[in-house]
């Protein structure tokens, strides 16, 4: 099963996007965005950017945890992973995410 990105609201009214594996597991989150079609920019960004292993950035957080940023052309980040256990786990998630980052799927759910 492919993934699908989600457009959401949130308690403040800026739009933000989630990339979604097959299996409903969240694989990058966007920044908040105050309008919607910022965030249908950003999924599209998503899209043409994924497939290139040079636009993903791994990083590790103050706490020793592994993350990857997506990074568009311009060097800005179009969206952040979760914490993984280990650097393996995140190397999996930047195959899932340039897997399912070009799935045409959209579900808004504003």
Known sequence: MTGWFEI??????QFYFVLKAGNAET???SEMYQ???SAKNGIASVQENSPLEERFERKTASNGK??????AANHEVIGTSQMYSSE???DTGIASAKENGSSNTVKDNT
């Not at 959401?8 to 009214?13: A, E, H, P, Y």
């Not at 592994?66 to 990074?71: G, Q, R, T, V």
């Open 27 to 29: 694989i990058l989150t």
């Open 35 to 37: 309008e919607i079609s």
């Open 88 to 90: 393996t786990a995140c």
């Open 8 to 13: 959401n609201k949130n308690s403040d009214g």
């Open 66 to 71: 592994p993350y990857f940023n997506l990074k």
